[in-house]
């Protein structure tokens, strides 16, 4: 069973910056087009960047040239860095396949943007 451990998270002002991490394990990492999601209070979840299948990334044009995804494959970890965060980015961070989750998920991180 895969399992997803996210940490990172943390209080940071607007226009600040923080780095999420999500440890994975239980398949096989390398071939898995993996994403990021958030849940605000309230909100349904929502994709905010993930890999294609071919090793693209794509955005949500909400956090398009904020927020970038890189993976390290030896380390079986996908990270979030998002930078010039906004109140509006506040939310739990989770992160799961992209596109076609799969159906457990992990703790998330909470992320909140102070104004």
């Known amino acids: 069973q895969v399992q997803l451990v996210e940490s990172g998270g943390g209080l940071v002002q607007a226009g600040g910056s923080l780095r999420l991490s999500c440890a994975v394990s239980?398949?096989?990492?390398?071939?898995?087009?993996m994403g990021w999601y958030r849940q605000a209070p309230g909100k349904q979840r929502e994709l905010v960047a993930a890999?294609?299948?071919?090793?693209?990334?794509n955005y949500a044009d909400s956090v398009k040239g904020r927020f970038t995804i890189s993976r390290e494959n030896a380390k079986n970890t996908v990270y979030l860095q998002m930078n010039s965060l906004k109140p509006e980015d506040t939310a739990v961070y989770y992160c799961n396949r992209g596109y076609e989750p799969w159906a457990n998920w992990g703790q998330g991180t909470q992320v909140t943007v102070s104004s």
């Open positions: 239980g398949t096989i990492f390398r071939i898995i087009p």
């Open positions: 890999f294609t299948s071919s090793g693209r990334t």
